[in-house]
């Protein structure tokens, strides 16, 4: 966790109490679902700034946590431990696909995986067939290896990507994939691609 304390007005921001009417109003446009709905209204982290109003130098969160997981601090300051994590390249965005330049991000969030196994019969691997990941603007290839097996690691939780499996002589498969959780599309027979009728002459 890791915002300015230069001031409530640039780290956090409030809802206007005239806004709060239709609760789908704030929900649709919360692309990182940080927004609740409280007994009466929205509600979202203040970073406390109530707390820090008064002098307080870290939210009650950060001071309460028992295991130090929360780290707040002043992204002025070039030494203090948060502007040295943030610089780090360490840190990510929570959905950084919408691009809200955040002021909180976050240490190792969890990854997931696409994963199958590509065969050309019933008892024979496809060994080296090549196994292409698009989506998000990228593209991956992978190659299987003597036991048919690909992966792709380090992937965003709840990305749309496309599969492409393919083998010399075989007809390629692709599939739509999307990645609630980690996705295995178990094992993949390829068919043998329709020989093509010779011309008579
Ligand atoms: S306690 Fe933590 S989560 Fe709650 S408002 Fe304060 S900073 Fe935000």
Same mark, same amino acid.
């Given at each position: 966790m890791a915002p300015s304390t230069r001031g409530r007005m640039e780290s956090s921001s409030s809802i206007r109490k005239s806004r709060?009417?239709?609760?789908?109003?704030? *929900? @649709? /446009?919360s692309p990182g679902h940080l927004l609740e709905f409280g007994e009466e209204h929205p509600q979202k982290c203040t970073l406390c700034a109530h707390l820090l109003d008064q002098?307080?130098?870290? /939210?009650?969160? !950060?001071e309460a946590c028992p295991t130090g997981a929360l780290l707040f601090g002043d992204l002025d300051d070039p030494e203090?431990? @948060?502007?040295? @994590?943030w610089n780090s390249g360490r840190l990510e965005a929570f959905h950084p696909e919408f691009e809200l330049k955040p002021r909180v991000k976050y240490l190792a969030i969890p990854k997931r995986f696409i994963a199958g196994a590509v065969f050309l019969s019933r008892d024979e691997c496809a060994e080296d067939a090549k196994v292409t990941l698009t989506g998000r603007g990228k593209?991956?290839? !992978?190659?299987?290896?003597? *036991?048919?097996?690909?992966?792709?690691?380090? @992937?965003?939780?709840g990305q749309a990507f496309t599969v492409k499996v393919e083998y010399p002589g075989y007809t390629s498969q692709s599939f739509d994939v999307r990645t609630k959780t980690d996705v295995y599309l178990g094992e993949i027979l390829l068919k043998r691609e329709p020989k093509k009728k010779s011309k008579k002459r």
């Open positions: 709060w009417t239709e609760r789908d109003t704030f *929900f @649709l /446009p002098r307080w130098k870290e /939210p009650r969160c !950060v203090s431990e @948060l502007t040295k @994590l593209k991956q290839t !992978v190659r299987t290896n003597n *036991f048919g097996d690909f992966e792709f690691e380090g @992937l965003g939780e």
